[in-house]
C-alpha cells in the first residue's frame, strides 16, 4: 500500500492540508480521484468560485494526476 494525498484547489485557495488515503497503486489513486470529483461536480459549482482542480500527489509529493473544471455562463 502507498499513500496518496488528493488535494483541492478553488482558484487561487487550496486545501493545503488535503486528504491522505492507503490506496494498492497509481490505478486505484486514479479511481479514487474520478469518484471524487464525481462526487464534488454535484455541490462545487453552486459555489461562488466555478473553477477548481484536483491533485493528486505520491507519498513523496510528486504531483500524479490533476483534473481541471470550470464552469462558465456565456
Known amino acids: 500500500m502507498s499513500v496518496y494525498r488528493f488535494r483541492i ?22 479511481r479514487e480521484a474520478c469518484f471524487l470529483c464525481r462526487d464534488l461536480s454535484r455541490d462545487i459549482f453552486t459555489d461562488a468560485k466555478p473553477e477548481w482542480k484536483l491533485e493528486v500527489t505520491d507519498e513523496s509529493g510528486k504531483p500524479l494526476f490533476r483534473f481541471r473544471f470550470l464552469a462558465e455562463v456565456l
Open 9 to 30: 484547489f478553488h482558484d487561487e485557495d487550496t486545501d493545503s492540508l488535503g486528504q491522505e488515503i492507503d490506496l494498492p497503486d497509481e490505478r486505484a489513486a486514479w
